[in-house]
């Protein structure tokens, strides 16, 4: 017996089976294989293909020595659960790349609000984060460290923002003891962004409640205060910039 027509134009790596194999577009070109190479096969391997199945992931057929139907029926649902796979994957991929483009942005401007006393930036940003929590671990590595670090970023001002007024009520000398203790490992750098926007709401409040005395007390000590606050707020603008300084001293009424 001549040996069997073994096509090489139609060899494809299978991503379901992890390994090259013959591809038919048509189901009739895959048993027509089988029929006329069949015995060739099976007398120099010891062993050839007796049925064809559809492979999902590859958008033909396949054939295999497995003679069992109900293997063809678990290779299609292989394929089926890969393709699932391979679908919610991509599909997370894409939610991960539209959210990359405003994460970094979304999470500047929710800080720039808590210097200026504004929480429900980073409320929502918090909320609008967690359906992607679940998620994260079907990205490659390198992607998902970036996204970790992002979401470390929003948790850390979340956690900032629930505990402001508890911030504020700590004496100014206590105050670096108390939040290494809230946030153990805070880096200097973060220690004094909490400290500047501590020191923003409480001057808030205090010029707050300064309008609200009498004139003859008010007078006076208002233009202190605001002096105060004005001084304050040129000494950190190199650091926080206009987007912070403008918009606290227009939310105060005070000129720019």
Known sequence: MGKPIKPSKNLVYCYACKKRKKLFEEKSGADNFI???RSGILEENGKAPVQSYYCELCCGYHVTSNPSKEEGERLDCRDSQLI????????????????????????????DQIFIGSYQEIINLYKELEPYRALLEKLPLEEKSRF????????????????????????????????KREFPAISEENFKAIEMMVKLRKMELEIREISSLSESVNSEVYESKVKEISRYLTSIKPIVGRKVTAPYRRKLGLCN
């Open 84 to 111: 699932q796979n391979l679908t919610s994957f991509t599909q997370t991929r894409e939610k991960f790349k539209e959210l990359g483009h405003v994460l970094g942005v979304k999470i500047q401007e929710s800080k």
């Open 148 to 179: 970790a670090t992002h979401f470390r970023r929003v948790d850390f001002l979340y956690a900032i923002a629930s505990k402001m007024e508890e911030l504020v009520a700590v004496p100014d000398n206590e105050l670096e003891d108390y939040v």
């Open 35 to 37: 029929k006329y190479n």
